[in-house]
């Protein structure tokens, strides 16, 4: 079974530019997830979507952060305009269903300067 | 709101050592709870999975419980090895597909 795909693996740009990631989730996988995860932390929940429904959106920026995933399957996030504290590393996961394991990619690593 | 904790936040043993990674959560109407891995630079990966009606799992040296009640969870590592340095994270399910991750254990096994 492949994998959860996200790309690109790194980004580099300057506060005020905008960035996408985009991410494939595992074939047959409903639910999908967005995370940011700061260096020494635990993952925090920007997006969930079920299908191409969103699902739960509340700790999304939305005066900067967008995201969708207009066939239910890809996903793309994107950043406009990006500030210094949105270095992270973004995570894409996602799982069949609420009882079965949640999947992660590699994440995209974002450095704003 | 589901609070998850993670003690300790770092940890150094000595290879061949059992040891035991700790997680607990404020809210005890869970789904399930995951543990995952996670290496520098990379995505997690999923270690075990419990629901809300089981008491453990098991899959190699690795065996996690859950104590629902308390709002605990334990991963048991057996015979430790330097192979097992990484962070490992715990993650709760709520209703509304709610989850929560704890901060993470930092693991270093030394030769």
């Known amino acids: 079974e492949a994998g959860v795909a996200q790309s690109p693996r790194y980004k580099i740009i300057e506060k005020r530019q905008s960035v996408a990631f985009w991410c494939n989730p595992i074939?047959?996988?409903?639910?999908l997830y967005w995370y940011q995860q700061i260096l020494g932390q635990g993952p925090k929940l920007l997006i969930q979507f079920q299908n191409n429904g969103v699902v739960d959106d509340s700790q999304l920026p939305k005066d900067r952060f967008s995201a969708e995933r207009l066939k239910g399957v890809d996903s793309t996030l994107k950043i406009q305009p990006a500030k210094l504290e949105d270095s992270a590393v973004y995570l894409c996961?996602?799982?069949?269903?609420?009882?079965?394991?949640?999947?992660f990619g590699n994440g995209t690593r974002l450095t704003v300067t | 709101k589901q609070e998850v904790t993670q003690i300790p936040a770092a940890l150094s043993v000595p290879e061949g050592e059992n040891l035991v990674l700790n997680c607990s959560f404020t809210d005890s109407a869970i789904y399930n709870l995951q543990w995952f891995r996670q290496d520098p630079g990379k995505g997690l990966t999923s270690l075990l999975l419990i629901q809300s009606s089981q008491r453990e799992q098991t899959s190699g040296r690795l065996n996690a419980s859950l104590d629902k009640s308390s709002g605990r969870s334990t991963l048991y590592i057996a015979a430790s090895q330097p192979g097992d340095s990484a962070t490992y994270l715990c993650?709760?399910?709520?209703?509304?597909?709610?989850?929560?991750f704890g901060g993470g254990t930092r693991l270093m096994v030394k030769p």
């Open positions: 993650a709760v399910l709520n209703a509304g597909n709610m989850l929560t």
């Open positions: 996961a996602s799982r069949v269903g609420v009882n079965s394991p949640l999947h």
């Open positions: 074939s047959g996988h409903a639910t």
